[in-house]
C-alpha cells in the first residue's frame, strides 16, 4: 500500500466500501429471484391441473350415465358416448404434460393406475354390474384426484405464503373436488335406486348418509376457505362470493333432496331425471367455482411476478444509482486532491532547481490548500530575509564564531554561554544564552519528574495488573453465569417445546373425543335402524306363522280328501267285484285311484312335519328376535351413557385443551424473557472482557510510560549542568 499513488488508495477505499453495498445487492436480487421462481412454479402447477380438473368433471360424470345405463336407462349410453371423447382429450393433455415435466409432478405412479384401470373399465362395462361399475369408477376417480394433489404439492399450490392464495389453493386441491366428489356418488346411487325401483338396501342408506355428511362437511370448509381468502379484499370478494354462495345453496338443496327423499324414506318419489339434474345443477356450480378460483390464483400470481420484477428492477436501479453518486463524489475527491498535490510537488520541483520565485497554486479549501498557502508564504519570508553577497560572508562568520562557542551545548555541556555582540548574531547569542538558561531549569525539572514518573508508573501499573486480573475473574465468572443462563433458556425453551406438543396432543385430543361422540351418535342411529329392522322382520316372521298355520289346516283338509279318496277306490272295488267281468278295467282304475290316495296321505304328512318343524323354528327365531330386540334397546340405551360420557370427555379435553394452551404461553414468555437475560448476561461478559483487556493495555502502556520515562532519564543524564550553591557542575 505505501508504494500505491493517492488516487490508487482512494481508489481501494471506494472499491472496498462498494463491496458490501454488492453484496447486498445481489443477496436481495436473489432472494427476489427465488420468489419469483416459486411464483413461476406454481403458474406452471396451475396449467398443470387444469386438464386434471376436466378429468376430475368427465369421470363422474361418466359413472353417474354408466350407473343409469345399467340400471336400465338405455338413454345414457348415447350420452356416455358425449362424455368419453372429453376425458380422452383430458388425458392425452396429462400425458403432454408428464411429457414436458417429467419427474418434477411426481405422478408416474398414479397416473399409470388411472390410465390401466380407465382402459380395463371400458373394455368390461357391458358385463359388469351397477354395483361393479361405480366401485371401478370410483377408484378411478380417487387416483385422478391423487394426482392433482400431488402436483399442486410439489408445485407448491398447497403451501403458497401469502393468505388469500393459501386458501385458494386448498380449495382447489381438496374441498371444491371433495365435495363435488361426494355429490356425483349421491347423484349415481340416487338415480340407480330410481330407476331400478327398489328400495335402498341398510348399505345403500349408510352410504348415501355419509356422503350427505361428507358433503356438508367439506362444503362449509369450501365456504370457510372461501371468506378467509377474501376477507378485507373487496374485489376478490365481489368475484368469488356470489359463486360460493350459488354453489352453496345448491348444495344444501341437493343434500336435503337426498336425505327426503332416500334416507327418510322408505321409496323415493322423485323422478330420475329430477334428482340427476339437482345433482349436476350443484356439481356444475362447484366447477365454477373451481375455475374462478384457479383464475384468481392467476392472477394474483402475475401480479406478484411483476411486482417482484419491478421491486427487483427498481433496487437495482436505486443501488446503481447510488454507487455511481458514491464513485462520482470519489472520483471528484481524488481529483481534487491530486490536483492539488501535484500543484505542491511541481513547487518543490522548481525550487530544487533554483527557482525561489515559483509558487504553488492553491486549488483546494481543505488541509493541503493550506499546505500550499503555508508554502507560499515561507517562500515570501524567505526571500525578504536574503540579503547581499557581503551581509552573507559577515553573517557566515558571525554564525561560525557563535557555532564554535556553542559547539560544546550540543555535547550536552550546558555551562558555556554565547558572547553577545553588536552584530547580526548577537542577539542570537543573547537569545541562546536565554535558551540555555531555560533548558538548564528544563533540565533539572526533568530529572526531578522522571524519578517521580518512574515512581507513579510503578505503582500505576501495579494496580492496572490487580485490575486486570479481577476483570479476568469476573469476566470467567460471567461467562459461566452466562452459560448456567443459557442452559436455564434452552430448557425454559424445552419446556416450551413440551407444553406447545402437549397443547397440540390436547387439541388432537379434543378433535378424537368428538370424533368419539360423532361416532357414538352414528352408532345410536344405527342401532334405533337395526332396531327398526328386528322389529320389522319380527313381523314379517310372525305372519309367515300365521301363513304356516293356514298351510296345515290346507295339508289337514288334504288329508281328509285323502282318506275319503281311499274310502271311495275301496268301494269302487267292491263294487268291480261284484260286476264280474264288466268292472275288472274299473277295478284297475279303482286300484289306481287308492295308490294315489296312499301317496296323497303320505306326503300330507310329511308336508305336516314339515310344516310344524318350520313352526317350531319361527318360534325360535320369534324368541330369537325378542331376545335381539331386547339386547338393540340395552346396546342403544349403553351407546347413550356412552355419547354422555364422550360429551362429558369433550368438554374436559377442552378446558385441558386451553389451560396446556396458557402453559404454553406463559413457557414461551418464559424462554424469551430467558434468551432477553442471556443476551444482556452475554452483553456483560464482552463488556467485562472489553475492560479486561483495556486494563491490560492500560498496564502495558504504563509499563511502556516507566519505559519512557527511563529513557527521558538515560537521554538528559548526559547533559553537565552550572556549579549550583558553591559545587562545582557534575553530569546531570
Not at 578 to 588: D, L, Q, S, Y
Not at 634 to 658: C, D, F, K, M, Y
Request: no cysteine.
Amino acid at each position: 500500500m505505501k508504494n500505491l499513488k493517492i488516487w490508487q488508495k482512494l481508489a481501494a477505499l471506494a472499491l472496498l466500501g462498494a463491496t458490501p453495498v454488492a453484496v447486498l445487492i445481489h443477496m436481495f436480487i436473489e432472494s427476489r429471484n427465488e420468489q419469483i421462481a416459486k411464483a413461476r412454479s406454481e403458474l406452471s402447477g396451475l396449467e398443470a391441473i387444469k386438464p386434471v380438473r376436466d378429468l376430475v368433471q368427465y369421470l363422474p360424470e361418466h359413472r353417474t350415465l354408466a350407473n343409469n345405463y345399467l340400471s336400465g336407462d338405455m338413454n345414457a349410453r348415447a350420452q356416455m358416448g358425449q362424455i368419453e371423447p372429453k376425458i380422452e382429450r383430458a388425458m392425452a393433455a396429462i400425458d403432454e404434460v408428464e411429457r414436458r415435466e417429467g419427474r418434477a409432478l411426481g405422478i408416474s405412479q398414479h397416473w399409470d393406475v388411472v390410465k390401466a384401470n380407465w382402459k380395463d373399465l371400458k373394455e368390461r362395462l357391458n358385463s359388469m354390474g351397477a354395483r361393479e361399475s361405480f366401485n371401478r369408477h370410483t377408484q378411478v376417480i380417487q387416483a385422478a384426484l391423487q394426482v392433482l394433489r400431488t402436483i399442486g404439492d410439489r408445485k407448491g399450490l398447497s403451501t403458497d405464503p401469502q393468505v388469500e392464495t393459501l386458501y385458494l389453493g386448498n380449495n382447489l386441491l381438496e374441498h371444491l373436488t371433495s365435495t363435488a366428489e361426494a355429490m356425483d356418488q349421491m347423484r349415481a346411487l340416487g338415480t340407480g335406486l330410481v330407476l331400478r325401483g327398489k328400495p335402498a338396501t341398510t348399505e345403500e342408506t349408510a352410504q348415501l348418509i355419509y356422503l350427505t355428511r361428507l358433503a356438508s362437511t367439506a362444503n362449509a370448509r369450501m365456504e370457510s376457505n372461501a371468506k378467509a381468502a377474501a376477507r378485507g379484499r373487496a374485489r376478490l370478494e365481489e368475484r368469488l362470493t356470489p359463486l360460493t354462495s350459488s354453489a352453496a345453496a345448491a348444495a344444501g338443496y341437493f343434500t336435503n333432496l337426498t336425505r327426503n327423499e332416500f334416507i327418510t324414506k322408505e321409496s323415493p318419489t322423485v323422478a330420475a331425471q329430477d334428482y340427476y339434474n339437482a345433482g349436476t345443477t350443484a356439481i356444475e356450480q362447484y366447477f365454477k367455482v373451481w375455475d374462478e378460483s384457479a383464475a384468481i390464483f392467476q392472477d394474483t400470481l402475475v401480479a406478484r411476478v411483476a411486482a417482484l420484477n419491478q421491486q427487483k428492477w427498481l433496487q437495482l436501479s436505486l443501488a446503481l444509482a447510488v454507487l455511481l453518486v458514491a464513485a462520482a463524489i470519489t472520483l471528484t475527491v481524488q481529483r481534487g486532491i491530486t490536483t492539488q498535490v501535484r500543484s505542491i510537488m511541481e513547487l518543490f520541483r522548481q525550487i530544487r532547481d533554483g527557482n525561489l520565485r515559483a509558487r504553488a497554486e492553491v486549488i483546494q479549501g481543505d488541509e493541503l490548500g493550506d499546505i500550499a498557502s503555508g508554502l507560499n508564504g515561507m517562500l515570501d519570508n524567505t526571500l525578504s530575509l536574503m540579503q547581499t553577497r557581503e551581509e552573507k560572508e559577515q553573517i557566515q562568520r558571525s554564525i561560525s564564531r557563535l557555532l564554535d562557542e556553542v559547539s560544546g551545548v550540543a555535547e550536552g555541556d550546558l555551562r558555556k554561554e554565547a558572547e553577545v555582540t553588536a552584530d547580526i548574531t548577537g542577539a542570537i547569542a543573547d537569545s541562546f544564552n536565554y535558551m540555555i538558561g531555560e533548558l538548564r531549569d528544563i533540565i533539572a525539572s526533568v530529572q526531578r519528574t522522571t524519578v517521580e514518573v518512574n515512581a507513579s508508573a510503578s505503582q500505576v501499573q501495579n494496580t492496572a495488573e490487580i485490575l486486570a486480573r479481577g476483570s479476568e475473574e469476573q469476566s470467567t465468572q460471567i461467562l459461566e453465569a452466562s452459560s448456567a443462563i443459557e442452559q436455564m433458556a434452552t430448557s425454559v425453551q424445552h419446556v416450551s417445546a413440551t407444553a406447545q406438543n402437549a397443547a397440540v396432543v390436547a387439541r388432537q385430543a379434543l378433535g378424537s373425543a368428538q370424533e368419539g361422540a360423532e361416532s357414538v351418535r352414528k352408532t345410536i342411529e344405527g342401532m334405533n335402524s337395526i332396531r327398526g329392522q328386528v322389529q320389522e322382520t319380527a313381523k314379517r316372521i310372525k305372519r309367515l306363522g300365521e301363513s304356516s298355520q293356514e298351510i296345515g289346516e290346507i295339508v289337514e283338509l288334504i288329508g281328509d280328501i285323502a282318506d275319503r279318496t281311499s274310502i271311495l277306490a275301496l268301494n269302487a272295488s267292491i263294487q268291480a267285484a261284484m260286476a264280474g267281468e264288466a268292472g275288472k278295467g274299473f277295478a284297475v282304475v279303482a286300484d289306481e285311484v287308492e295308490r294315489l290316495a296312499e301317496r296323497a296321505t303320505e306326503a300330507t304328512k310329511r308336508i305336516g312335519t314339515l310344516i310344524k318343524s318350520v313352526q317350531g323354528d319361527m318360534n325360535e327365531a320369534m324368541a330369537a328376535m325378542e331376545e335381539t330386540t331386547r339386547e338393540v334397546v340395552g346396546g342403544s340405551t349403553l351407546a347413550n351413557e356412552a355419547g354422555q360420557r364422550l360429551s362429558q370427555i369433550e368438554a374436559v379435553s377442552q378446558q385441558i385443551a386451553e389451560m396446556v394452551q396458557q402453559i404454553s404461553l406463559a413457557a414461551s414468555q418464559q424462554a424469551m424473557g430467558s434468551e432477553a437475560v442471556s443476551r444482556n448476561v452475554t452483553g456483560i461478559s464482552a463488556v467485562t472482557r472489553q475492560t479486561a483487556e483495556g486494563a491490560r493495555q492500560t498496564a502495558a502502556a504504563i509499563h511502556h510510560l516507566a519505559a519512557l520515562a527511563e529513557q527521558l532519564n538515560s537521554s538528559v543524564s548526559r547533559f553537565k549542568l552550572p556549579q549550583s550553591n558553591g559545587r562545582t557542575a557534575v553530569p546531570v
